[in-house]
């Protein structure tokens, strides 16, 4: 990334520093994940890997540049640190910030179903009489019975 004074300056003048959480947020264009963007030609780059480049230097390649904090247009270096995808899922994992249930985004159950299937196969009802009356397969029932998935709530008594 070719970053002259001239970017570097022009970069500046769009980071706001907030005292309450040490961000350093971007104040222009975000995309819809709410990663800032920055044009440095020949094309635009995220103003987290921007920073990243200013303050400590140039970014491995195949490694990407994750949030400490979990603020997606922060660009304060002291927040940002290189890792691959694995460390970037585990420091998500860690802090328990992966999708769950219904907030999954391809989750075709509600906690409440999931609890209900529970509930009926508890009362005697086999898993594909259950998934009959639901938008999933019996091997999805039993998924969800054995702890495969949903494991978040609590488990079949």
């Not at 500046?12 to 520093?17: E, K, P, S």
């Not at 961000?23 to 635009?44: D, E, L, R, S, T």
Request: with cysteine.
């Amino acid at each position: 990334m070719n970053l002259t004074e001239r970017i570097i300056a022009r970069f500046l003048t769009n980071v706001v520093v907030l005292n309450l959480d040490g961000c350093w947020i971007w104040q222009m264009y975000c995309n819809a994940n709410g990663y800032g963007q920055f044009w440095v030609p020949p094309n635009m780059k995220f103003a987290h890997r921007v920073a990243y480049t200013i303050w400590r230097g140039p970014i491995p390649p195949d490694l990407l540049v994750c949030h400490k904090c979990d603020n997606p247009p922060c660009c304060n270096p002291e927040h940002l640190f290189v890792g691959t995808a694995a460390d970037n899922h585990r420091d998500r994992n860690e802090k328990g910030r992966q999708a769950r249930g219904e907030r999954q985004g391809s989750a075709k159950l509600t906690s409440t179903q999931v609890e209900w299937i529970k509930e009926q196969y508890t009362a005697g009802r086999s898993s594909s009489e259950i998934a009959a009356e639901l938008p999933v397969t019996t091997a999805h029932v039993k998924r969800i019975l054995n702890g495969g998935c949903w494991a978040h709530l609590l488990a079949t008594p």
